[in-house]
Each structure stands twice: as C-alpha cells, then as structure tokens.
C-alpha cells in the first residue's frame, strides 16, 4: 500500500474542507488517487466535502475588453501575490491595456501576448518593470477571445469574477442579465450536451454508494443515481438554473420569450484552482536568526 503523505492530506484538505483524519483515512482507502479520495468523502460528509474548492486561493485581477460595436472580445486573468498590488493602478492598467491587445492581435498563447508591443517595450517589459518597481511577481495566468455570432456583453464582479457571453437575439439588458447571472450561479456549461462526462460519472457512482450505505435495495440503486444525476445537471447547466433576479424563472424560460440563445460564455475566478503561496512565519524568523548567526 502507498504511504499517504502529510502534503496530500494537506492538499485534499484543501479541496475539500474535510477533517484531517478523515481526509488520511480517504487517501488510504483510495491508495493515494487524490479524485477517488475526494469521491469517498463526499459519500461520507456530502456536498460539504466539495465546498472549499471552489475557494479563490490567488490574488489578482480579471478584466473584459468588448468593442463599440460588441462583436469582439477578450477575458484575461493576471494574477498577483498580494491583494494590494491587484488594486494598484499601474498594474490594472497593465492588465486592460493587455486584454485589448488579446481582441485585437488574437495572440495564440500567453507567451505570445507577453512577446507583443506595449508601451515603447512588450507586455512582458511592463510586468518585468513591475516587478522590479513593486518587489512582487506578476503572471498572466490564462486568456480567452470571442468574435460573437450576436453581440457580447459582460459582468466584472469586484475585479475577482468576469464573465462575458455571447447572446444571439434578444437585446442588451438580457444580455447583461444572463451575465451577471453567470457570475454569481457559476454554471459549468450552457446545457447537458457541455458538461464533461466523467464529472457525470463521478455524481453517478457518488450517488449509488450514498444510497448503498443508507440501506437502499440493490435494485433500486440505478434508479437514485439517475435521480441523482438529473438533478446534478439542472443545478450547473446555465440553461436550467434559476434566474438569479427571479427564481420562479428559469434562464431557459427568459430567452424563450425572447427568442434567444447564448451561443458561448467564459467565467473566469481569479485564482479558480490555484493556492496562494502559505509562508511559515515562524520558521522563516529561525532561518533569519540562523542566517544573521553564520554572517
């Protein structure tokens, strides 16, 4: 059997908020595979298992550049290692500027949009200079650029959440609606035919042990998970969530009436699977004092 590690026990902690013990006992059980460990908790303590990974663990910024005419588009995450030099004006200039070179030079990579012409230097020159400036790393983390089928438009929640959509038909308002919607539901995909199968999978084979464990007859079993699994996808498939302004509403019931559909969206989370750097306040004093002992 693996030996189970104190960093994996940390980790999967992390992800899911679960006891310290029980997180050990999971790993072990599941032989060190972090996701079939963090299946086995979930049967054992629920959806409170999950809670704590969608925790944002970076600082940083999320920015949206959209045309006058709505048609182009761009979503950039640049993250920070501190909260203050993500609300510092240089550095949120850097990342709008930044966003606008991704609609309008359509780089291919982050390494491709750090190579390109900005302020008598390169997108990366500006972040070195910051760095330099601030004394705190910089990354430009991910990107996405849209060229829209209808017209875009976009939510920024606090400078940590950003959405932009897609909307075919309707008119602006909704537009707006659905993306600050987006924001604040998280859904995982615009309908079922979205949504990656394994994470279908994984809530079928989490039911049918929650329901084996709760004493339900084997037969029965296919029938809970299928419950299971049909409410899964109404809760993160955009399209079937409730309307965030009006529950009895759902987002499907809203671009029926009018005669719309949202061709694509991008959410971005600052710092959505990342975890912030955890510095060891006393043991970073004893290697000071070790260090000022051998000067």
Known sequence: MAAISAAQVKELRLKTDAPMMECKKALTEAEGDMAKAEEILRVKLGNKASKAAARIAAEGVVVVYVSHDRKLGAILEVNSETDFVAKNPEFLKMAHDSVKLVAEKNPATVEELLALPLDGTTVDGVRTGLVGKIGENMT????????AKGELSHY??????????????????????????????????????????ALIDSERRIAIEKAREAGKPEQMLERIAEGSVKKFLKEVTLVNQPFVKDDKKTI????????????????????EGLEKKSNDFAAEVAAQAAAAKQA
């Open 252 to 271: 499907n019931d809203l671009l029926k009436a009018a005669k719309a559909e949202v061709a694509t969206y991008v959410l971005y989370v600052v710092g």
């Open 140 to 147: 430009f983390r991910r990107f996405q650029r849209i060229e």
């Open 156 to 197: 920024v929640h606090g400078s940590r959440i950003g959405v932009i959509v897609d909307l075919v038909g309707g008119d602006h308002e909704l537009a707006h609606d659905i993306a600050m919607h987006i924001a604040a539901s998280k859904p995982k995909a615009i309908d079922e035919t979205g949504i990656d199968p």
